[in-house]
């Protein structure tokens, strides 16, 4: 009767370690080090998004499978006597696919595109969120206060409709980070940042520096209202 308890416990265990690690994967994004920085157009969006693939991912990349990621902005106010209004919603679309013939990666938004010559290289250009135009001028008012959110995730949406069906049972493609809200008071040129310590990141490309891959990401094309 204990061995069967124990085997019992055991099993339970190993159920539970697994949903943890299924878990793990499925949260395979984080976003931080978020700043709204005020302009003469509004407000633009600064962010840096950690992204790690899993084996699968980076074999169907490799095999031809397109890739597209969604980052989505949000901003609300709350309302005493009703659910919060949302003000706001902006989203950015990632397209990543590799091509056999040149043996580079592509990342593409919008008719923005740039080549690279491997996967890192193109997760860290689509890591780093700069110059995102997200508020227009009018759209927030000095002085009041609101609730501001970003999160990211890949978009199964926009992929063929046979793959969707089995991507969506599959636990390794369910690649998105949580929502990662913090309130801001607007004002007249003051950045907006989150109450949260932020960690250090590279500087930006400026021409004391020498250059790396970039892509611009300000709110020409690909950008959904």
Not at 94 to 116: D, K, M, V
Not at 205 to 211: N, Q, V, W
Request: glycine share 4%.
């Amino acid at each position: 009767m204990r061995c069967c308890e124990k085997r019992l416990r055991s099993f339970f265990c190993s159920v539970f370690l697994l949903l943890a690690v299924q878990g793990a994967q499925a949260m395979d994004i984080s976003v931080r080090n978020l700043q709204l920085l005020p302009n003469d157009e509004g407000y633009s969006l600064a962010a840096d998004v950690n992204i790690n693939f899993n084996t699968r991912l980076e074999e169907a990349v490799s095999k031809g499978v397109v890739l597209y990621f969604a980052a989505e902005f949000e901003l609300t106010q709350a309302r005493w006597y009703w659910f919060d209004e949302q003000i706001i919603r902006r989203s950015k679309t990632f397209q990543l696919s590799y091509h056999a013939l040149t043996r580079q990666y592509r990342l593409s938004t919008g008719a923005l595109h740039q080549s690279f010559d491997t996967l890192d290289d193109a997760l860290r250009v689509m890591s780093r969120l700069r110059n995102w135009q997200v508020l227009e001028k009018g759209e927030v008012k000095a002085g009041q206060t609101y609730l501001a959110g970003l999160r990211m995730r890949l978009d199964l949406t926009q992929m063929a409709k046979t793959f969707q069906v089995s991507a969506l049972a599959n636990k390794e493609w369910n690649l998105s980070s949580d929502w990662l809200r913090w309130s801001f008071t607007a004002t007249d040129g003051t950045p907006a940042t989150p109450p949260v310590p932020a960690s250090p990141v590279a500087p930006a490309f400026s021409p004391t520096t020498p250059p790396g891959p970039t892509l611009p990401t300000d709110s020409a094309a690909g950008e959904g209202k």
